[in-house]
């Protein structure tokens, strides 16, 4: 049995008498131990996925459809009760702006300790003491304030605070987003270090696909609140399929080839809106045909990992053309 | 001013910056010390010439933003030379203020919070000619100049929008608009693209340097990450705390870096490569003090994997090796050792 | 995009503020109540049955003393024998008045306060905040009581009175706001273009505290209102001016507040409505500044 199953989960936003669609119809599974990635850009729904998994969405928003099941629980039937006993002892939550959200007036050790009295542990010294060696930080930190530690050590602490009860699952959002080069390696090496000795799965949503690919050994892409294409992260950034992920590639800086020229593709990501039936991406895709237009594509299994665009048998022709920046440029 | 081309726009000459900690009461109390003083900006010295652009990199406590508002006149140097066209900083300001900021502009991290969220299109880029005066009917031609210069064509659909109705990447031309509405010379564009969605950055960059070959202006581009560089500076500085630890043309640095720093910056850098596990980070590199002993001392030794004795005594010196300076005082004798595959 | 307080978008159509209030059916009784009193007091003398001055006597040529509501009084008469609906209506004109000006003042001064002190800091911050520090400190009803002593008790000097203490609470909200506006990058863009501070307080910051003040426009009418029928109530309001606190002081001292309700209620009400209407507005004005506040 997977550790964490979806299928299908739709959520919507009400805003005013309109409602916008966040998430259409997501689905992916996720081993235990495995490190998933999801890639974005801004309005594709990888927050509010996270969010949703969580039981944490806004009060405007809805799950109308679908289903996530952890470790045999099925979270949308659990009462707020179980939720709540559920997060942080088997799913944990680490956020970019987690290090700013440390009590600024309580030392660390007291924060730890609060949440282990939240869920009925009242001794959690020790156990903060061993994640602190685990993370990488001085035990000493422990009784310090947050704003005598850097960006960075917060991060750490975040994390560590995360793992408090091993988490089979922890879900991070852009936690390294801001972060110097140098503490952004550190962090990264840290999850990694984490996943290989505590087993635990990752779900890890960033738009910087070179952090992903360091990561995760499996990688969903999205955009417009759909998963566009989901397979292994060797598979998807050596043979992309889908006209968005071969922009994005080309869209990223690598170090190796520092000179290369970067594309940028014309538009701008669709903010949520009223579903419809069309590929969202068709705007903004140098190849989309009518078909595009008028029929949303649905993900299917191609040569080795999913792919949600009608035209994905063509993909090997369109991936020698992507590189060249000028089939990206769209007249006005 | 005669027009030299080989003449810097910008020349700064051992610039510093002091900030004072707070004293509290002491303040009261004639000739009391500062509690803590931080050196944000060290003997900084670099030029820069028309049509070129200068990537600035370095980490938080680098000191980045602070020689960026040094450059744009926001904030008094402790002491050093600026010259600006050849004539001291100081001395123009003065003189006329007007005229130098309208000579050196700035575009910011934020693209929303760089905008007046009450201003129009129209009004934010309009400001800087009210400013300085200009007539009304030619307000209005070089607002719109400016806006299609930045890539928002038509101006007429962009000029009555507020920030709120447009994306991230239409307010960074905006800001970018009213940054050259007044012709300056030298733009600072500080991380202009790190909070943009990846698909549109190079867009706004290749903005950037079309600019400044089009209109002869000059460029400072300020940001963390580095694999950005390669894409449109000529010319890169590393800062370490406050210091200049390499300085020279960003394709040689990137190729071949030579202060140990930079080296472990670049080797710190993911690539989007999902077979390859980079080397871990060395140990020593990851020592995070607080406070570091000022003193007569290479300020990155204790991260450094190649530090010696004179490096805990002695302040490394800018040399050349190549093209490029390198604060450091192996960085010869590295240079001889070190394999290709080492970096 | 989360709009943080002050940096607040200009919206078109439904949104605009106005509206916004309106929708809540909180802000719209404010709103209306508001209103009603507004209209009262602009059309006083059409409306108001009597002169509010006028002694009414009875047949028998005495005075119509403390009568009980009735078809000819509606809310009765005073210990003096004068129309309290009469005087109720015209009072509403003092209300408004005082309320009016007063919140004018105090959001005119304290705005300007908080904007110098939020911008310049150094040392012009610290001497206004001392200033509105001390006068944080006075009690205001005997400072006002002893400020009105010494002056004439007229209609000015206690709009002046109201307005010299109660700038204080704006003042310090919006130097609050303008201390974090002034970090934000579009005032460093105005700087750089060679905006004066002058220019970059009044053009650039003052539109985006603009609906704080407003706000607290609101909640000074509210203030402006209870003051002055509290210095009335105490004998020290205008006493050529009818008001609603010169009702219940009138009341108080010919001894008829126990015995007469109807001289005592009415006006009560109708300082309690004014001030409910303008925390009513003032609150649903608050979730304009404060998105975060908004139902979602």
Redesign the interface.
Known sequence: MSLLDVRDLTVIYRAGNKSVQALNRVSFSLERGEALGVVGESGCGKSTLAKAILALLPRNAQVINGSAVLDGAKLYEAGAEELRRLRWTAMAYVTQSAMDSLNPVARILDQFTQTGRAHGHNDVRSRAEALFRDVGLDARWLRSYPHELSGGMRQRVIIALALLFEPPLLIADEPTTGLDVIVQRQVLDLLRRIRAEHGTGVIFISHDIAVIAQLCSSVAVMYGGRIVEKGSTIDVLERPQHPYTMGLKQAFPDMRDARRELIHIAGTPPTPDEPVDACLFAARCPFAQDVCRTQAPPLRQIAGHQVACHLAERAADFRRRAVSPSIWVRPE | MIENGNMPVIEFTKVCKTYRGHRGMGELIPGAKAASEVRALDDISFRLEKGRVLGLVGESGSGKSTLANVLVGLEPPSSGQMLFQGTDLATLRKANKRAFHGQVQMIFQDPYASLNPRFTVRQTVEEPLIIHRYPRQDRTRLVIDALERSELRPASAFIDKYPHEMSGGQRQRVAIARAIVLGPSVLVADEPVSMLDVSVRAGILRLLRSLIDRLGMALIFITHDLSLIGQICDDLMILYRGKVAEFGPAIAILDHPRHPYTQQLMAAVPVPDARSRPAELPARLMNSLAVVDEGPKCSFEPRCIYAVDICRSVVPAARSIDKTEVACHRAQELKKSATSKEI | ?A?VMG????RRGWQTPLFIILRSRIGATGVLILVIFTAVALAAPLIAPYDPFQIHRLPDNSVAQLLPPSSQFWLGTTYYGRDVLSQLIFGTRVAMIVGILSAFFITAIGTNVGLFAGYFGGWIDSLLMRITDVVFGIPFLPFAVVLVALLRPSLSNIILTISCLLWRTTARVIRAQVLSLRE???I????????SDL?VMYV?IL??VLPMSLLYVSLGIGWAVLAEASLSFLGFGDPSMLSWGEILYQAYLTGSFRSSWWVVVPPGICIALLVASAFMIGREAETIVNPRLRD?
């Open positions: 995009m709009d940096a607040l978008p200009r934000r990058p579009f460093k863009a105005a700087r750089m273009a060679g905006a220019r650039h539109p985006n979602p």
